[in-house]
């Protein structure tokens, strides 16, 4: 999305393809607006950390993990996983307003949604792993949490060991 000079933002049109379906995305011009075809849909997309996000829309809320490589996005909302690539010209004004993700971070580094304990890890350092896979399982409240990968990658680092207590914000494993 362009600003004009007065700092309002130009309306922005992107073509996406989600599911093998067309969909046409118009940004409002007062930036908390979107069109998807004809329906209006107010949003509120707060960044939580360089992949997390909140995100108000027509009044839900949701939590959303997004990243991104080239035109392509993969959006992790309650478990399942949405792929969004952005079609022809729309290309070059892609961004939703968000950060430029995985290709411009060498790096990312998982940390703990909550504190808890680790109850195993389902990956070993060098392993490949694709969007959506299994990391670990946190058990928090009595309640296992199976943490899964936002983005194709290879374990790097694995930081904690099974039976280990973590915080909320600790880093669990480091994936490039």
Known sequence: MERRPDGRIKMATVISSIGGKKFKWTFGSDASSVF??????VVD?????????????DGKSYQAIITRNEFTYSIVIH???YR???EGSAKERAGFGLDAGVKDRAQLEVRSPMPGMVVRCEVREGSIIEVGGGLLILEAMKMENEIRATRSGIIKKIHVREKQVVDKGALLITME
């Open 36 to 41: 998807l075809g004809e329906y209006k849909h």
């Open 45 to 57: 997309i707060q960044k939580i950390s360089p992949d997390r996000y909140s995100i108000l829309l």
């Open 79 to 81: 478990g399942k996983i």
């Open 84 to 86: 969004v690539e952005v």
